[in-house]
């Protein structure tokens, strides 16, 4: 991240900036090309077999692979497709060749792109448009990061047809320019963001490893201080206080796998329904009934004091014996909560009521200082997990930022 970028040229609205040039996909420096993907690449869509032959065989790129990565190497390659000789030689994908998805549930994620980099033939899928190209206009790792300037991701989204899904085919594909550099260019615009690449890759490994080491910290230390068994009823007691003056603008949800407690939007009739609503205090535990064994619990923060929540959506105070930050961190172990479907009643979407919570035993330590010492432990390993999640978001927008700087040439490497 340290190579040096020369400062941005600020564009006008009434005369083309000097050094730039008007083209069919806008400005663009006078010594970059637009070229059209049809001038670029030969398109072909992927195999499509029957199910009965997806599981073993060669390697399979599908439209997942594409999704969530730029760029896919043999190893990130899970599926595998019995196919013949003949399929083999036209469905291989090879190096440099680059795949497009070619369907999506929202626009936004239609069209997203991913080059090839193994030197193993593999094959693609049905939902997938493969682009062999025709010339050597395009450096190879630059290939991973061109197709997401905006210039390009504004053309293929717009393209997009369908209503359920959103869809684009070959020829809508073969229709798009892309602006691309001189080829030094190319590569020092690939180097530049493989830095970037690089530094966000070790920090999600890092990320990965906190939280080994996190799930490993918390059993060790629950299961190694239970000395004292006791039931929740002992433990919680139910907040139940009116929400007299009830605000549909302050009401809150508590979101699944640990995620926590946020405000929620008003739905559209709620202004007339005859819902009971109480009032939630910062340091509560609060669970959602239908969603407890999914991670649905959590404590309200301080941001939330004061917010409603309907009888679906309990919170407890807890007996001054307990330190609810460590009721929290004994009922996040996945293995814990994921059992208390068991406890659930009635027919349809079933609850966990207060009532059933109560007979749970847990084991805990036998005096609060004990608790308090663990939680202030687990405290410090979530900041510190708090932190790398946040210097990630910090990389990722970052590197977002810089590359739509440098795909339009508004910031120069040259």
């Known amino acids: 991240m340290n190579d040096t970028v020369t400062t941005p040229i600020q564009t006008q609205n009434t005369e083309i900036p000097n050094g730039f040039k008007q083209t069919c996909i806008g400005l663009i420096p006078e010594d970059w090309e637009a070229i059209s993907f049809g001038d670029l690449f030969d398109f072909k869509n992927g195999i499509n077999a029957s199910k009965e ?42 190096k440099g060749d680059v795949l497009f998805n070619r369907t999506s549930e929202t626009q936004s994620e239609v069209g997203l792109s991913a080059v090839y980099l193994s030197d193993e033939k593999v094959v693609f899928g049905g939902f ?12 190879l790792d630059f290939k991973k990061f061109c197709f997401l300037s905006k210039i390009v991701r504004n053309q293929i989204i717009q393209s997009g047809q369908g209503a359920v899904r959103t869809n684009i085919g070959q020829g809508d594909l073969q229709k798009l320019y892309l602006p691309i550099p001189p080829l030094p260019e190319q590569q020092k615009i690939a180097k530049i963001l493989s ?13 990965d490893n906190i939280k080994i080491r996190n799930k490993g910290l918390l ?38 796998n640990l995620k926590g407690i946020e405000k929620r939007g008003v739905r559209g009739s709620e202004m007339d329904e005859a819902t009971a609503y109480y009032l939630r205090k910062a340091g509560q535990f609060i669970y959602g009934k239908q969603n407890l064994h999914k991670g649905a619990f959590g404590i309200i923060p301080n941001e939330l004091d004061g917010f409603e ?25 996945v293995h814990f909560f994921e059992k208390l479907e068991d406890i659930s009643t009635g027919t349809g979407s079933k609850r966990i009521q207060p009532r059933e919570l109560y007979k749970i035993h847990i084991k805990i330590p036998s005096t609060i200082d004990k608790q308090n010492e663990i939680v202030e432990i687990l405290d410090t390993a979530t900041e510190e997990l708090n932190q790398y999640q946040q210097k990630l978001q910090t990389l990722q927008l970052q590197k977002k930022g810089l590359m739509q700087q440098l795909l339009t040439g508004k910031i120069r490497t040259v």
């Not at 997938?128 to 450096?139: A, F």
């Not at 679906?312 to 004994?330: G, L, T």
């Open 53 to 94: 032959f997806y599981g073993e065989g060669v390697k399979f790129i599908n439209i997942m692979e594409i999704i969530y990565n730029n760029y896919i190497t043999i190893d990130m390659i899970k599926g595998s497709v019995l196919i013949t000789k003949e399929q083999l030689d036209n469905y291989t994908v090879n």
């Open 128 to 139: 997938v448009i493969r682009g062999v190209s025709k010339n050597d206009k395009l450096d």
């Open 195 to 207: 830095t970037w690449d690089a530094a966000i890759d070790n920090c999600k490994a890092i990320i």
């Open 219 to 256: 059993n060790k230390l629950i299961i190694e201080n239970g000395e004292l068994k006791v039931k929740l009823e002992g433990v919680f007691i139910e907040s139940k206080i009116p929400a007299i003056n009830s605000n549909v603008n302050k009401r809150i949800t508590v979101r699944l």
């Open 309 to 333: 929540s309907s009888s679906d959506i309990p919170a407890f105070d807890v007996n001054e014996n307990f330190n609810i930050n460590y009721i929290f961190y004994y009922f996040s172990r």
